[in-house]
């Protein structure tokens, strides 16, 4: 009896075998068993091809892969930047990640295995942005389903996975500065705050007054109806005045830098190894903006403005990462114990001015805001091998939190030519809003090798994983205001002299709470799933293996609005209380060396993130743009298919082409609404929507015996792949929509969403090159990078208005690494351009011939220089 095996890990367990497949294989079964009788039959194992040891081969799914070498060669700082060079991959906003064409809420994202909560109010899905390359080994992207994984599973999954433990003990330490062309050394806008913001950290400049906490302890709102004009002078006065109201321009914003230090060590003992690393880094960099915001209105066949302002913002971000892990080794049984932990802030200042038909005025506004995002990790592993049993488990807590305080907010009139402000009438605020999610996993899985005569190499896996994720949100809104309308000459005050002590009184400002006055003030949401799965792996046929199998999830959401000045207040909330079985199956057949074809189909699910489920406004800084949940949001159901061919030249160089396919139901997407203020933009479930595309993928390396001198012993990489994605929302006549608008009745669909549309985020068309070159030791590396995404809608347009459009354009980037030696000490120094060919940030409306400028504004062309060094 003859036996095909693909090159798979579970066939190559002898290195002998592998180098002279099948016989081996036999010769190395004879010596353990003798020579077999006469007669009998006997079992042999034809492999094809040579042994490549490539991850994305091995996977029983279909996958992408972003190696610790890519890392490298690439000098992304993010894992979401490295991703964006993977085949159907996109990134939106430079933190959240669509594959496929689909948006973040149809992918979920692990750290080593297990799940993360978000600290961002419109995502439960955690930005990408926070996990600086330095801590990362690589990055797996499943594009297939397979049953051990959570079943919110849409476009893919992808798994951070973080740095191991070292063989050998080692310092790293490097640096960094770099440079925008729009914002480095140029004008900008900056107010003072605190004394350490430069560090990412606050030194209690921003705290809550300790008038205002006492106030909002009562448990009543903070106006002239609960409180004395005595108390609320004195809780008025208490605020932060001029070191956070005071927008101050300057025309030297600083350069861009960063520091990393990393070290590792490991000791062998007679009963197992231990190891350790530890990583830690600060960043610092600056970004202006100068844009054009308009907003448009239908007129006959084209588009109007609304709104034309000129906004300009300088915001400064700082990061503060660290990652320290622990490993134990012993025969047959592993643990690993890690902790992560990222601060990530953006502290910005922005003044937005131009003509305003909602306030029918030339107006401005000024801003400050401070938005602090961290996020605190911890993990314990095991691995255990019996044998032929096989025992992984896996248990995590962590924690995110997004702290906002002192979001300010000044508008302005312009008369005559001089600003004035009135506290009377024109808008001002100061907010404090605070988030916090937490998220408890645990998981084991169990492998079990089991011999049988139908199924050859077979494998039964099966396993449990329940996952709790809480939350809570809550925002606080005051402002100031008068009982009668000031002078010019108190309008015409520098804002820090018109908001100081002096004029805060019962006959001046006067402070009140507006809190929930749109909206709920806070919520609270909650997530339990409970999931277990079977499924098993094997060859069914020669040359032809399976993955099959099933997962029985449960999961109990609620979103909850709170009121927060009467607790026993029936508000908006919702329950969605569901259990699926999502079967899964792939198919690799290995009909030829170094080649196989997979086939793959599964049911999965998306679920409504918390934030799109809360009636809580929330200001996005990067839109700005006002959103609001809609409690009426359902489950998405998906139904996909896949299937590639597969090429393999080597470690790390490959050909693929794929073809994909997904029925959504109930896909959720993103509406504008029109408001008293302006526009908002919620959520509501479309009716169906498909998406199919084929994607290519290549990257080989190749080493040309030119005899050129230096060009002999270099190696060029040439790698590229495209995708390219059709995504279609169905709406029919009968089809119904329930939107927040409407207080959760039914409306048309047609209404809202328009037959044909693609779905939001998808771009049809992606693709990326990369040219490089490196030299045979390593020491030399260039790249060329360049990466495509065409036009993605954003959000839904108002009924009847055309849909938002970003165009992000070619984005082209330059690497270069050169390895040299001082006094016997090896450095690496690093050159990276970023966007040479100045694309914009390009977000827009257009009918018959009209556009309307959302949201265009330069982003800038980026250099910057590093230095590292290993010990």
Partial sequence: MTKLHRPLAGLLLCTTALMAPGLVHAQTAAAQTGAPPAGAEVEEIVVRGKYIPEVMRETSEVASIVTPEDLVRQGDDTAAQALTRLAGLSVVSGRFVYVRGLGERYSSALLNGSPLPSPEPLQRVVPLDLFPSNVLAGVNVQKTYSPNLPGEFGGGLIDLRTIDIPEESFIALGVSAGMNDETSLKQGFTYYGGDSDWTGVDDGTRELPQAVRQAI???????????????????????????????????????????????????????????????????????????????????????AVLEDLQSNSTQ???????????????????????????????KEARSVEGESSRASNYIRDDFTAWYQRELIDTQLTGQHRFGDLEIDWRGSYARTERDVPYERQVRYRRVDGTYLHNPQADANFIRFSELEDKASGFGVDLRYRLENPLIADFTVSAGYAWYDNERFSDSRVFRFTMNSTPSIAFQMQRVDFLYSDFNIGPDGLILREVTGSEGAAAYEASLTTHGIYLQGEGEILPAVRATFGARYESADQSVQAIDLFNPNAD????????????????ITWNFAENQQLRFGASKTIARPQFREQAPQLYLDPESDRTFIGNPFLVDSELINLDARYERYFDRGQFATLGVFYKDIDRPIESVVNESGSGLQQSFLNAPKATLYGFEAEFKKFFEPELNLGWIDGVRFLVAANYTYTKAEVKVGSGDVVFPITNNGNPAPAENFVIDGSPLQGQSEH????????????????????????????????????????QDPGVLLDFTFRQRFAVWNQEFTFGFEARNLLGEEFDEHQERGGDEIRLNNYEIGRSFSVSLSTRF
């Fill in 217 to 303: 302890e009562t448990g009543k709102r903070i106006d002239s109806s609960n409180f004395s004009p005595e108390q609320l002078t004195v809780i008025g006065r208490s605020f932060q005045n001029a070191n956070i109201n005071l927008l101050q321009s300057t025309n030297d914003v600083p350069f861009n830098g960063s520091f990393d230090i990393s070290g590792g060590t490991s000791w062998t003992f007679d009963w197992g190894n231990l190891g350790f690393v530890a990583v830690g880094g600060y960043d610092s960099s600056w970004q202006t903006r100068r844009a054009i915001q308009q907003e448009g209105v239908v007129s006959l066949e084209g588009l």
């Fill in 316 to 346: 400064n971000d700082i990061v503060i990462n660290g990652l320290t892990s622990v490993a134990l080794e012993l025969d047959n049984h592993t643990f690993k114990w890690t902790n992560f932990y990222v601060r990530n802030v953006t």
């Fill in 571 to 586: 508000l908006a909330g919702r329950q969605l209380e569901n259990e699926y079985l999502l079967p899964a199956a792939t």
């Fill in 766 to 805: 992606l693709g990326n090159v990369q040219l490089g070159l490196e030299s045979a030791d390593g020491a030399t590396q260039a790249t060329l990078l360049a990466n495509y995404a065409s036009e993605r809608i954003t959000a839904r347009g108002q009924a009847g208005a055309p849909d938002f459009v």
